[in-house]
């Protein structure tokens, strides 16, 4: 979920996909297929592919695994072709939601991510009636040991528009294109990175305050997590550590 602080739903959300280790792979596996179909096999060129690697590296995807995917994607071995689809939607309590997906059949996907939000409370939306709450963003989480204004002055050539600290960990806001330097210098300075990616970042957030409506956005969320072509998530939800605290504690 997409909060000023995004802490707790973050941890939240990554412990349901190491859930589904096998779901996560499959996702990785096509995004790589995608990305080298659509911009070659040479990482260094490619910089859609190299963040698709170092996701896939990070998940520990294997590494033959990882290179006959992108031979599928460049049409060295035989594969099938994806297309990349948005789909924009509202949960309850009007919270806005973009779901990434690649598909190789368009009409199945729209159907299923239609039903999913209506039977969860929420609606699909016309193209373009969501989008405009958010921009994409370089994200980047990272633990370090050292205080904020060291982290900051290290990162201080990327231009980053954001640095947050909680405990030992970092989370720095940047322009898509500093993707890649963000993380070079995260690895030369020896920091754990935790993940990075370009994500759309919602330009205002809705407070859930309320236990039972944190629990109605999960839900929505974690049904469309399920569907095999669902790459990734947005929405401008945003709810306290305390709330989701409470809910984990429930599970």
Same mark, same amino acid.
């Given at each position: 979920m997409s909060?000023?602080?995004?802490?707790?739903?973050?941890?939240?959300?990554?412990?349901?996909?190491?859930?589904?280790r096998?779901?996560?792979?499959?996702k990785?596996?096509?995004?790589?297929?995608?990305?080298?179909? @659509?911009?070659?096999?040479?990482?260094?060129?490619?910089?859609?592919?190299?963040?698709?690697y170092a $996701?896939?590296?990070?998940?520990?995807?294997p590494?033959?695994t990882?290179?006959r995917?992108i031979? =599928?994607?460049?049409?060295?071995?035989?594969?099938?072709?994806?297309d990349?689809?948005?789909?924009?939607?509202?949960?309850?309590?009007?919270i806005?939601?973009?779901?990434?997906?690649?598909?190789?059949?368009r009409n199945?996907?729209?159907?299923?991510?239609k039903?999913v939000?209506?039977?969860n409370?929420?609606? *699909?939306?016309?193209p373009?009636?969501?989008?405009?709450?958010?921009s =994409?963003?370089?994200?980047?989480?990272?633990?370090?040991? $050292?205080?904020?204004?060291?982290?900051?002055?290290?990162?201080?050539?990327?231009?980053?528009e954001?640095?947050?600290? $909680?405990?030992?960990?970092?989370k720095?806001?940047? @322009?898509p294109?500093?993707?890649?330097?963000?993380?070079?210098?995260?690895?030369t300075?020896?920091? $754990?990175?935790v993940?990075?990616?370009n @994500?759309?970042?919602?330009?205002q957030?809705?407070?859930?305050?309320?236990?039972?409506?944190?629990?109605k /956005?999960?839900?929505?969320l974690?049904?469309?997590?399920?569907?095999?072509?669902?790459?990734?998530?947005?929405?401008?939800?945003?709810?306290?550590? @305390? /709330? *989701?605290v409470?809910?984990?504690?429930?599970?």
């Amino acid at each position: 979920m997409s909060g000023h602080s995004k802490w707790a739903t973050t941890k939240y959300r990554k412990g349901a996909q190491d859930k589904a280790r096998a779901k996560l792979f499959a996702k990785l596996i096509r995004q790589l297929e995608v990305a080298a179909s @659509e911009g070659g096999s040479d990482i260094n060129a490619n910089a859609t592919l190299r963040t698709a690697y170092a $996701k896939a590296r990070d998940a520990s995807v294997p590494m033959n695994t990882i290179e006959r995917a992108i031979k =599928r994607g460049t049409g060295e071995l035989e594969g099938v072709k994806y297309d990349a689809i948005s789909y924009e939607g509202y949960g309850p309590n009007g919270i806005a939601i973009i779901v990434e997906t690649l598909s190789d059949n368009r009409n199945r996907t729209g159907s299923e991510i239609k039903t999913v939000f209506s039977r969860n409370g929420g609606s *699909m939306a016309e193209p373009g009636s969501v989008a405009w709450q958010f921009s =994409r963003k370089a994200v980047a989480l990272f633990e370090s040991d $050292k205080d904020e204004d060291t982290v900051l002055s290290e990162l201080l050539e990327c231009n980053i528009e954001d640095l947050s600290q $909680k405990d030992r960990v970092f989370k720095v806001i940047g @322009e898509p294109n500093t993707l890649h330097d963000l993380v070079s210098i995260i690895n030369t300075n020896n920091w $754990k990175l935790v993940s990075a990616d370009n @994500e759309l970042i919602a330009s205002q957030t809705i407070d859930l305050k309320d236990i039972n409506e944190a629990k109605k /956005i999960l839900k929505l969320l974690d049904a469309l997590e399920e569907n095999d072509d669902v790459q990734n998530i947005y929405d401008n939800a945003s709810v306290s550590d @305390e /709330i *989701m605290v409470q809910i984990e504690n429930e599970d």
